[in-house]
């Protein structure tokens, strides 16, 4: 099965999830803490500040936030480059009032952090960079070049020039730090985002499939009735207009094509019952079910069914639950498709649990990811290499996430492994030395009750008045 499109999580348009009205507000409250800071350092702490250069500098962000008020509507989304110059305008007017405010010498040059922790979690990596490139740069600058602090009486209030220049490092490193760490969290949370709705429009898929044979097998089973009335009635017309060979000829095209419908809402009706109709079935009709569609692709596929020692050998009774069969078929695809020439099906059932294992003759889970197969690696392929692997195949490498997260759904616990060590040269024969993944169930957590399955209805009663 191919994995969902979702084009409108790609990691381009991710940026248009940014509202103008949240970085206006952000901008508002950072002038009021600007003002506040201004005012508390001029009244309280008797610094001899240029307040009207400081009021420009606070000034130009008031204007900016009014005119995108006033010209842009509140609903308005930004692009990327939008919201990488208004992060760029936020430092320059930080690093403004730095320059007015003794430099790196005012604790509050800490606040130039917050633009680039913005772009690291809202922008690409390649306008992060340029924000934080930008920020270190006004951050170098404002150390160097800045307008001291002084009191009324003549005080210089400045720091010692070592713990300036650890200031400035400590703002340096927290600018690469908490781009690169916001960047890699919010990439994640973004993956698996991303993947978790895919798996939810493959269960969909799935579910929607599944209620589409049930509408179908009811479809068959209500049109039977009035078909079989018309076929009736033509067969009546037929006998009276034995002397009207054009009306006859009429007639029994009727019946004829009354017959075919019914033929066809019977085949439609079989395959409505066995999806549908049927939500519970033996285990072994279920594995069936999900290797199906990877029968004929060129690959053997080899279904062995055992039963432990003092268990049933009767195949367990399951519920049919669409993310069994799909988190199977992915896993299955997935075998078929990395295998050279077989693949294996193991079923086996306990007492106490069900055990699934899919085993293929090819090359293995690669030995750098074995460690972490089931999270959602969205990446390209390889176009030449993989497209002879996978042909009629375009997904995002989430098959074996969907699949994991499905079963797991269901209450399985999902294993992986290789039948070889992957580094040893392939001369050896390759008999169940690929991927192995096991997927065990607890009895209890899919199987059906049985109590009354099977049971006759007794013996035939004499009705008597």
Not at 436 to 446: A, Q
Request: contains cysteine; neutral net charge.
């Amino acid at each position: 099965m191919a994995t969902p499109s979702i084009d409108l999580l790609t990691e381009e348009r991710r940026s248009n999830w940014v509202r103008l009205r949240t970085l206006i507000v952000l901008r508002w409250i950072a002038i009021l803490g600007q003002l506040a800071a201004i005012l508390v350092a001029r009244r309280w702490f008797d610094l001899n500040i240029n307040l009207g250069l400081c009021f420009v500098a606070i000034g130009t962000s008031v204007i900016a936030n009014l005119i995108a008020i006033f010209v842009y509507p509140e609903n308005k989304r930004l692009s990327e480059n939008e919201v990488m110059w208004m992060l760029i305008f936020d430092i320059a007017q930080l690093s403004a009032l730095l320059y007015l405010t003794g430099g790196l010498n005012n604790p509050f040059a800490l606040l130039i952090l917050a633009p680039v922790t913005i772009s690291a979690t809202a922008l690409r990596t390649g306008p992060t960079l340029i924000v934080g490139a930008f920020a270190i740069t006004l951050t170098t600058l404002v150390m160097l070049f800045h307008i001291q602090l002084r009191t009324d009486m003549g005080f210089v209030m400045r720091l010692p020039t070592d713990f300036v220049f650890g200031f400035w490092l400590a703002i340096v490193i927290g600018v690469i730090f908490l781009g690169a760490y916001a960047r890699r969290v919010t990439s994640e949370i973004n993956k698996m985002s991303e993947a978790l709705l895919a798996t939810q429009m493959a269960l969909a898929r799935e579910q929607k499939l599944t209620d589409l044979a049930g509408v179908v097998a009811a479809a068959a089973h209500e049109l039977g009735t009035p078909l079989a009335t018309i076929k009736l009635a033509s067969g009546e017309l037929i006998e009276e207009l034995a002397t009207s060979p054009e009306l006859l000829e009429d007639a029994m095209l009727i019946r004829e094509q009354a017959n075919r419908c019914r033929d066809i809402l019977q085949s439609m009706g079989r395959a409505g019952k066995d999806d549908a109709h049927l939500h519970t079935v033996p285990l072994t009709e279920v594995i069936r079910e999900a290797a199906e569609p990877h029968m004929d692709r060129g690959k053997q596929i080899d279904i062995q069914i055992q039963a432990t020692a003092g268990a049933s050998q009767r195949p367990p009774l399951i519920h049919r639950r669409p993310e069994i069969v799909h988190g199977l078929r992915n896993l299955i695809q997935n075998a078929v498709d990395f295998s050279e020439t077989q693949v294996w099906i193991d079923v086996q059932w306990s007492r106490t649990a069900i055990l699934i294992r899919i085993v293929d003759d090819g090359r293995g889970f690669p030995p750098q990811v074995i460690g972490r197969i089931g999270d959602p690696f969205v990446r390209r392929r390889r176009a030449d290499e993989q497209e002879k692997k996978r042909p009629g195949y375009e997904g995002m490498g989430l098959g074996l996430f969907i699949a994991k997260t499905l079963l797991e759904r269901s209450g399985a616990e999902l294993s992986f492994a290789n039948g070889r060590d992957p580094f040893l040269s392939g001369a050896e024969p390759r008999t169940r030395t690929g991927a192995i993944v096991e997927v065990t169930w607890p009895l209890d957590k899919i199987t059906a009750d049985r109590s009354g399955a099977g049971q006759g209805l007794g013996e035939n009663q004499l009705i008597t008045e």
